[in-house]
């Protein structure tokens, strides 16, 4: 009999930012140490605030975005459980140019990297009235230095640079945020159509998590490949950076993660500033 044809594999985009914790997390199925059958994973680079956008209009099959931003996309997509950050007592910081209390920043001008961050949503939390100067997340060190804002949000390895530009710390969010609840703070999560069905859902998880346990395993052939994606960070920095925000809580937000995530969307739609209500789903496995 002839040989059946092989089933061509299903493509899955897989969009997530050009960053050394998400390039240390997708290390094994970027470079097929981890395998799916009849999955064939391309994957999308982009900054988050971009994919917070693109995910309004379901462009990709999965998708890294902000928790802030789940709530208007929980119609389309569903939360996986697995590929999450999340800071267990530390998180975005702002920074300012001279000292400055985090009392201080009312109608002070902050460079924000985008207004659908999670990190926004921490700090509009604990300043409503701060105003914010939305601009790239790779610029707001040097507008901050400059002065061309009074302070700057900081996500991603700026958190770890501030110092080398001598610039004050106001305030810890995810400091700020432990303080407040007792909880680690989520800042981005991975999300599904939901359009391709439990099924697939469940497959794509699964590989998630596998990528994500082969990191953690083999910390250093996945951090010699994350260092291309460091934004000339040193390794003794972009190791600290990627053992921050890649760890228990990626592997899987358990109860106490998944709580945090309501618990964060719950009180910013109490302060108006989510749908009321949001709809929160996680994928079940």
Known sequence: MPAKPATKAVAIHLAHSPDSDDAFMFYALATNKVRSPGLAFKHVLGDIESLNQAAKNE??????????????LAEKYVLLDCGASFGENYGPLVVAARPLKGEELKKKRVGVPGLLTTAFLALKLLEPEFVPVVMPFDQILDAVKEEKV???????????????????????????????????????????????????????????????????????????????????????????????????????????????VTELLTRGAAAGLLPRNPKIEFLAE
């Open 59 to 72: 462009k990709y099959d999965v998708t890294a975005i902000s928790f802030h931003a789940y709530p208007y």
């Open 150 to 260: 009074d302070a700057g949000l900081l996500i991603h390895e700026g958190q770890l640079l501030y110092q080398q530009q001598r610039l004050h710390r106001v305030v810890d969010l995810g400091q700020w945020w432990h303080e407040q609840t007792g909880l680690p703070l989520p800042l981005g999560g991975n999300a599904i159509r939901r359009a391709l069905g439990p099924e697939m859902a469940r497959q794509v998880a699964r590989a998630i998590r596998d990528s994500v346990n082969y990191a953690l395993e083999h910390r250093e052939e996945a951090l010699n490949y994350a260092m291309q994606f460091a934004r000339d960070m040193e390794p003794e920095l972009a190791d600290k950076f990627v053992g921050m925000y890649v760890n228990k809580w990626t592997v899987g937000y358990g109860e106490r993660g998944r709580k945090a």
